[in-house]
Structures are given as C-alpha cells and as structure tokens.
Nanobody, 114 residues
Framework: QVQLVESGGGLVQPGGSLRLSCTAS?????????VGWYRQAPGKERAWVAT???????TYADSVKGRFRISRDDHGNTAFLQMDNLEPEDTATYYC???????WGQGTQVTVAS
C-alpha cells in the first residue's frame, strides 16, 4: 500500500508564503494517479484545495485561485503546493490524497498569524 507524507507546514505571517510537499512511497505514482490537496480548519469539514491530474491539468478552489499553485516533480513521487499571499483564513491542516485510490497522508499544519 502506497503511503503519503506531507511536510513544509509551519507558522507564517499574513502575506507570507509556504511550500508544502507530499512524498509518496512509490516512484512514478503521480504519473498514473491524480493528486489533490485538501485542508481542514478547526471546527470545519475537510475542503478541497487543488488537484493535479496525470496530464498536468490543474484545478483550484476559488478561495485559493491565483495564490496557490499545485505541481509535481519529474520523478512522479512528490507533489507540491506553493502557497503565496497567505491569509489567516488559510490556517488549517493540509492533506494530500491519491484521488484514484483514496490514500491520504497524515497532514501538515499551516498557521497564518501575525
């Protein structure tokens, strides 16, 4: 069973940037599976953030469009979420998921505060 591990979270001031990584235990996995990022804020349901398809198509939630960018590396086992111009409303635990298989990582915490 493939495993996903997120990293890169932390505390950042409003307007700052973070880059999250999602590393899979299997090489090339993202060449054959769509990968997504979701987030869950305290007291709220998990919400979709972005998706990177196998054919490089990307889609974003309206709340992050223009500020976040999803990508993957050339080895197909690491996905990234570049987050710019962060807002306090972006504070959440961020999860990556292999969409086709329903495999989730353990999450990484992002806190945006001054």
């Amino acid at each position: 069973q493939v495993q996903l591990v997120e990293s890169g979270g932390g505390l950042v001031q409003p307007g700052g940037s973070l880059r999250l990584s999602c590393t899979a235990s299997s090489r090339n996995i993202f060449f054959f599976n769509d990968v997504g990022w979701y987030r869950q804020a305290p007291g709220k349901e998990r919400a979709w953030v972005a998706t990177h398809g196998v054919n490089y198509e990307t889609t974003y939630a309206d709340s992050v469009k223009g500020r976040f960018r999803i990508s993957r590396d050339d080895h197909g086992n690491t996905a990234f979420l570049q987050m710019d111009n962060l807002e306090p409303e972006d504070t959440a635990t961020y999860y990556c998921v292999l969409i086709n298989r329903g495999v989730w990582g353990q999450g990484t915490q992002v806190t945006v505060a001054s």
